[in-house]
C-alpha cells in the first residue's frame, strides 16, 4: 500500500500533475464522444461508401502522423509544451464545431486533415509534460512507470462512462450534438491549460548533441524493431475492434445485448490492471513485460478463435484488459526510456503507432472478413501478433533507462 499511498499524496499536492491529471481525463472523454461513431457518421451521416470513408480515414491519420511529428520536433527543440498544448487544443476545438455542421466530403477532409491534425499532438504532450514535471519532482525514475500508468488510468476511466453518455446526447441531438460535446470537452480543457497548468521551460537532459534529427530515432534498431510490433499490435487490436461484434451477433447467435456486455468487460478490469502492472514495471525489466503482452495477444486471439458462445467472450476480455494495461500503459514509459531527451518525439511515436495500427485495421479488416469470415479473422490475427512477437525479440534493444529500481524496503 506505501507503493501507491505515496505517489497518490504527491499527486494531489503537485498543482501542475494535478491538472494534467484532469486534462488526461478530458481528452478521454472527447475521444470517446467521436471515435466509437465516426465510422456510422461517416458512411450513415455524410453517405460515403466504404471505400470512400476508408480513403478519408487513411489521409486524415497520415496527415495528423507528420503534423504531430513536426509539432512533437519543435516541443524537444524549444518551444514549450504549454503552447503546444494549447494549439492542439484550440485546433481540436474548432475541428470538432466544424464536424459538427459541416457535411461536404472535401471540406471534412480538409477540418480533418489539417485541424484535426494538429489537434492530434494533445495526447502525445500530456504525456510528455508529465513526464518532464515527474522529473523536475525527483521522482525515482523506477516510479515513473506507475505515475504515467495512473495518467494512462484517467484517459481510460473516460471511456467506462464516455460512449454511453455521446450515445445518450446522439439520439437526442443526432451527431452536431456528439461533435458539439467533443468540442465543449476540449473548450473544457484549453480552460485548464490557460489557468492550471503552469508554464514551463523545454527539458533539457543531455544537450544538443543529445537530441539527434528527426529521422535518425530509427537508428536504434530496437526502437525500430518495438514501433513496428506496436503497429502490428495495434492494427489487430482495431481489426477485433470492427469484428467482435460481428462474431457476436452474426456467427454466435447473440443479441446487441450481448455486444455490449463484451465491451464492458475488459474496462471495469482495465483501471486496477493498470496500477498493478505500473507497480510491476519498476520492479521487473518493462521490455520483458511488453513482450510478454505481445505473446497474450497472441493467445487472447487464439481463445476468440475457438469461442462457440458471447458468454464465453466475458473470460476472456479480462485477459484483454490485461494486454491493454501494459500496451496502453508502460508502453508509453517505455518509449520514453528509448530517447530521455526528446519525450514529445518518444511520446509521438508511440501516437503514431496507434494512428498507424488504426489506419491498416480499418483497411485489412474489410480484406480479411470478405475472404474468411469473422471467426477465421482471428487467425490472420493470430499471424499478425505472432509476428511482432518474433520482431519484438529478434530485434530487442534495451532503452537506456530501464534499469529497475529497486523497491524500498518495507
Given at each position: ?105 472535401v471540406w471534412l477532409t480538409i477540418i480533418g486533415s489539417l485541424l ?260 477465421l479473422v482471428y487467425v490472420g ?30
Amino acid at each position: 500500500m506505501h507503493r501507491i499511498i505515496a505517489p497518490a499524496r504527491m499527486l494531489i499536492r503537485h498543482r501542475g500533475l494535478m491538472a494534467l491529471l484532469g486534462c488526461s481525463l478530458l481528452m478521454g472523454l472527447a475521444s470517446s464522444f467521436v471515435a466509437p461513431f465516426l465510422s456510422m457518421f461517416g458512411t450513415m451521416e455524410v453517405g460515403m461508401r466504404p471505400v470512400l470513408f476508408g480513403a478519408f480515414m487513411t489521409v486524415t491519420s497520415l496527415s495528423a502522423i507528420a503534423l504531430s511529428t513536426l509539432l512533437a520536433r519543435w516541443s524537444d527543440t524549444g518551444v514549450p509544451r504549454r503552447t503546444m498544448l494549447l494549439l492542439g487544443t484550440v485546433s481540436g476545438l474548432f475541428g470538432y464545431v466544424g464536424y459538427a455542421f459541416v457535411r461536404d466530403v472535401v471540406w471534412l477532409t480538409i477540418i480533418g486533415s489539417l485541424l484535426l491534425g494538429v489537434a492530434s499532438i494533445t495526447f502525445s504532450q500530456i504525456f510528455a509534460y508529465a513526464r518532464e514535471l515527474l522529473a523536475r519532482s525527483k521522482v525515482p525514475p523506477g516510479d515513473v512507470p506507475l505515475f504515467i500508468n495512473v495518467f494512462r488510468l484517467f484517459f481510460a476511466l473516460a471511456w467506462t462512462a464516455g460512449p454511453a453518455v455521446a450515445s445518450w446526447v446522439m439520439v437526442r441531438w443526432s451527431y452536431r450534438g456528439t461533435f458539439l460535446g467533443a468540442a465543449f470537452f476540449f473548450l473544457l480543457l484549453l480552460a485548464v491549460i490557460l489557468f492550471f497548468v503552469p508554464g514551463a521551460p523545454g527539458f533539457v537532459g543531455g544537450g544538443p548533441e543529445a537530441r539527434p534529427p528527426a529521422g535518425a530515432v530509427f537508428a536504434r534498431r530496437g526502437l525500430l524493431a518495438y514501433f513496428v510490433g506496436f503497429v502490428i499490435i495495434f492494427t489487430c487490436g482495431t481489426i477485433n475492434m470492427l469484428n467482435l461484434p460481428l462474431l457476436v451477433v452474426t456467427t454466435l447467435g447473440g443479441t446487441v445485448r450481448h455486444v455490449g456486455k463484451v465491451f464492458s468487460v475488459a474496462p471495469v478490469f482495465e483501471l486496477p490492471f493498470m496500477i498493478y502492472f505500473g507497480l510491476l514495471a519498476s520492479r521487473i525489466d518493462q521490455a520483458r513485460l511488453i513482450r510478454l503482452a505481445a505473446v497474450g495477444a497472441v493467445l487472447y486471439y487464439a481463445l476468440l478463435a475457438l469461442v462457440r458462445a458471447p458468454w464465453q467472450i466475458y473470460p476472456v476480455q479480462i485477459l484483454s484488459a490485461a494486454i491493454t494495461a501494459v500496451t496502453a500503459g508502460v508502453a508509453i514509459t517505455f518509449f520514453q526510456n528509448f530517447l530521455p531527451d526528446q519525450v514529445g518525439t518518444a511520446t509521438n511515436l508511440y501516437a503514431n503507432a496507434m494512428r498507424i495500427g488504426s489506419t491498416a485495421g480499418y483497411l485489412l479488416f474489410g480484406v480479411l472478413d470478405a475472404a474468411f469470415g469473422h471467426r477465421l479473422v482471428y487467425v490472420g490475427c493470430i499471424l499478425l501478433s505472432s509476428s511482432a512477437v518474433a520482431i519484438m525479440v529478434t530485434f530487442r534493444d534495451r532503452p537506456a533507462g530501464l534499469v529497475p529500481t529497486p523497491a524500498p524496503s518495507g
